[in-house]
Structures are given as structure tokens and as C-alpha cells.
């Protein structure tokens, strides 16, 4: 890959892709002179389906996937299906689905989205989905979900502030909730055939103060990367139980309201949002990605070292939110991407094999969706 990006670069004549002034694009943390190497990267990511976009030009052209803008993006993969989640400008919770083909509007029951705070979703199946909705009062709602309808699975705990889900062999439902005057995160196993919370809990963190909880699994184990307000941040690791956290060295990084991690499976490098800008962790080792405050962000693993981070951020000479991509190899962006959109309030990218999935919009912008793959992706990108 470090020999393919100039080529593919000169091959395109960077046309298709809409590109930043330099003084627009967000500063690196260094001038690299090399480009993203992805010459140890074993996994299925420039396979044929990659070789034969190298004849094409960078195309980063999205499809609507609604008529209206949005406040919330909730996205989940399993194998080939992504369903995505969003409180839709019509007054709706709006579910899709992505296979090879878009279904726009699965959802046949009318969920309002007045008062949400959060939202989840997980996929089960091709045709199954977990959703989970927090209103403003802190009331949670989780839904047992065909394509033919949905199941209330009742949940009794006290106000809840966020809803997330994950996979454990079976699905498992993570809150957190404010108990008298802290606040806990706790995750419970489901029982998607009774609709039902099973006995006891899964998951715990021994913190009483926690905002923005992300999990995600390596190996057997679980890594909760969390924080709160004006602290730091903290990593927790285990199979199961009560887990407590370590600080990082993103310790001194401020978080700030609202807080937001991002965190992928089988890395311990992850995302997140402080006061400082987007910053990249392992906990060990870590670096700014942007000194911008960034609206959302998300990433995908291309290699051990090796990712693509998205972000949403405004500049100095305009504060209008865009969105911008970033070839990161050992915490130092090497190339950045113009995905040529603005006011981008929401924003997830995902991939599958030779795949790369992105879906961005907001409450000014209706849902777009950009599927590409790696050398695709590659022909948009400008070096530094």
C-alpha cells in the first residue's frame, strides 16, 4: 500500500473527490513524508474487488437515505447487514436497513423522538434487531424487533442516562444511571426468546462517576473506556464482574459534556473527545489527531497500527461543521480525506472485509450513505 497511494494518487488526477485548501484541512501532528503502509496488513482489506477500483477514479459520491435532517445516529453491523437508527425530522424513530440493497423505513411501529436522549441499536440477524431509547426524564425503553414488529422487554431501574449494547454469546444490555448522586454502569445479559433481563448482572464498573462509556471485547475480555466531565479518562478491562478502571495517559486530556469514546474490537487503541481536540489512546502511548473540537468522530482498523478516523469539525474562519478523514499509521495522520459535506452534526464508518461503510448527516443534513473500499479511499486522500 505505501507504493500503491502515489500512484493511485497521479492515476486519479484527484478529480471525484472534493478536496480542502490546505488551510482548511486540520493540522497534522507531523509532516510525514510517507504514506500509509499497509504492506503487514494480512486481513482481507486489498483483495480483488480493491484491485479493480484502481482503474476508476476517487468516487465518494453519497446516496440519501432520508427526505429530512435528524439528532440522533445510532449504527450496528453483523457479517453483511448494518441497521442504522435515527430520530428523523418527521417525528418518527426511523430503522434501516443496509444489505445489498437500502431498505429506508423497516420499523412498522411509531416511536416519537420528542425528549430522546440516547439510542441504541443491535443487530441479531438479517431481520432481527435490539433498540434501546433514553428519554430526557430518564425513562429506558428496550424493543425485541422483526421486520414484523417489535416486543417491549420491560427494564426497572432507576433514571438512566445512556443505553448501549454488545455481544457476549448473547446480547447484553449496558445502562448508565444515576443512583442518589453517582452514577453506575451496569450491563445485564438478555433473554431475546422471553423478552426478558436474565438474573444477575454481567457487568459492572467499580467507578461512581461515569460518563460515555464505550465497550468493546478483546479477546475474553471486556475493555470499558469511560470518563467524566471535567476528569479524566479511564480504561477498565475483565471478563465479567465488577471492573476497575486504570487511568490512562490521556489522564490530564479534559473530557467534556457530552462525552464521547470510540473503541473497536480486538485493539486497545481508541478514540476520544477532549477539550484539547481528538485525541488517540492505547493508554500507553498517545497523540492528537485534530486540536479541534470535534462534533463526532468514528474509525475503522485497517492494521495492527494502522486506522482511518472521520471526524466532524468546524474552523477558525468557518464554524460550519464538515466532514474530514484521516489515514492514521502509529497515532500520526498521514493523509487527510474531504468527504465534501457540511453541517455534519452525526457520523459512523464501518467495515467489512473489502468493504468500508460511512454513514454522516444531521439536524441540517439528511442521512447520507458512502460505500466504498481501501484503495478506493486511498485515491481520495492528500498527503501532507
Keep these: 500500500m505505501k507504493n500503491l497511494l502515489p500512484t493511485l494518487l497521479l492515476a486519479s488526477g484527484l478529480t471525484g473527490c472534493v478536496f480542502a485548501e490546505l488551510s482548511d484541512l486540520?493540522?497534522?501532528?507531523?509532516?510525514?513524508?510517507?504514506?500509509?503502509d499497509m504492506s503487514d496488513d494480512t486481513s482481507p482489506d486489498v483483495g480483488t474487488a480493491d484491485m479493480e477500483d484502481m482503474e476508476t477514479e476517487c468516487n465518494l459520491n453519497p446516496v440519501e437515505l432520508t427526505s429530512g435532517g435528524f439528532n440522533h445516529l445510532e449504527v450496528d453491523q453483523l457479517g453483511d447487514t448494518i441497521f442504522y437508527a435515527i430520530t428523523s425530522a418527521s417525528g418518527d424513530i426511523k430503522v434501516g436497513r443496509i444489505t445489498e440493497e437500502v431498505d429506508h423505513d423497516i420499523l412498522d411501529e411509531s416511536y416519537p423522538t420528542t425528549n430522546v436522549r440516547d439510542m441504541a441499536i443491535l443487530a441479531l440477524s438479517e431481520d432481527r434487531f435490539l433498540l434501546g431509547v433514553v428519554r430526557n426524564l430518564g425513562a429506558i425503553e428496550v424493543y425485541n424487533c422483526t421486520l414484523n414488529g417489535c416486543v417491549d422487554i420491560p427494564v426497572d431501574n432507576n433514571p438512566v442516562e445512556a443505553v448501549d449494547f454488545y455481544r457476549d454469546g448473547i446480547p447484553i444490555l449496558a445502562l448508565t444511571y444515576r443512583d442518589t448522586q453517582t452514577v453506575r454502569y451496569t450491563a445485564y445479559p438478555i433473554n431475546v426468546e422471553s423478552n426478558a433481563l436474565n438474573e444477575?448482572?454481567?457487568?459492572?464498573?467499580?467507578?461512581?462517576?461515569?460518563?460515555?462509556?464505550?465497550?468493546?471485547?478483546?479477546?475474553?475480555?471486556?475493555?470499558?473506556?469511560?470518563?467524566?466531565?471535567?476528569?479524566?479518562?479511564?480504561?477498565a478491562q475483565g471478563s465479567m464482574g465488577e471492573l476497575d478502571g486504570t487511568e490512562c495517559t490521556l489522564a490530564d486530556r479534559r473530557a467534556t459534556t457530552p462525552y464521547i469514546a470510540r473503541s473497536l474490537?480486538?485493539?486497545?487503541?481508541?478514540?476520544?473527545?477532549?477539550?484539547?481536540?481528538?485525541?488517540?489512546?492505547?493508554c500507553s502511548v498517545s497523540a492528537e489527531i485534530t486540536p479541534r473540537y470535534p462534533v463526532d468522530f468514528d474509525y475503522i482498523q485497517l492494521s495492527s497500527n494502522q486506522f482511518f478516523v472521520v471526524w466532524s469539525v468546524g474552523t477558525p474562519n468557518d464554524p460550519v461543521p464538515v466532514l474530514r478523514g484521516a489515514y492514521v499509521d502509529n497515532m500520526e495522520p498521514q493523509s487527510f480525506v474531504d468527504f465534501g459535506a457540511s453541517r455534519v452534526a452525526n457520523v459512523r464508518i464501518l467495515?467489512?472485509?473489502?468493504?468500508?461503510?460511512?454513514?454522516?448527516?444531521?439536524?441540517?443534513?439528511?442521512?447520507?450513505?458512502?460505500?466504498?473500499?481501501?484503495?478506493?479511499l486511498a485515491r481520495c486522500a492528500q498527503t501532507l
Design 265 to 282: 474490537d480486538d485493539t486497545t487503541t481508541f478514540l476520544a473527545r477532549t477539550t484539547d481536540g481528538l485525541m488517540m489512546s492505547d
Design 200 to 235: 444477575g448482572v454481567a457487568l459492572s464498573l467499580a467507578d461512581l462517576d461515569v460518563a460515555g462509556a464505550e465497550i468493546s471485547t478483546i479477546g475474553t475480555q471486556k475493555r470499558v473506556v469511560y470518563g467524566a466531565p471535567l476528569f479524566g479518562f479511564k480504561v
Design 351 to 376: 467495515r467489512n472485509g473489502n468493504g468500508i461503510h460511512a454513514l454522516f448527516g444531521g439536524p441540517d443534513l439528511t442521512l447520507r450513505y458512502v460505500k466504498t473500499n481501501v484503495i478506493a
Design 26 to 36: 486540520p493540522p497534522a501532528i507531523a509532516t510525514p513524508n510517507n504514506e500509509v
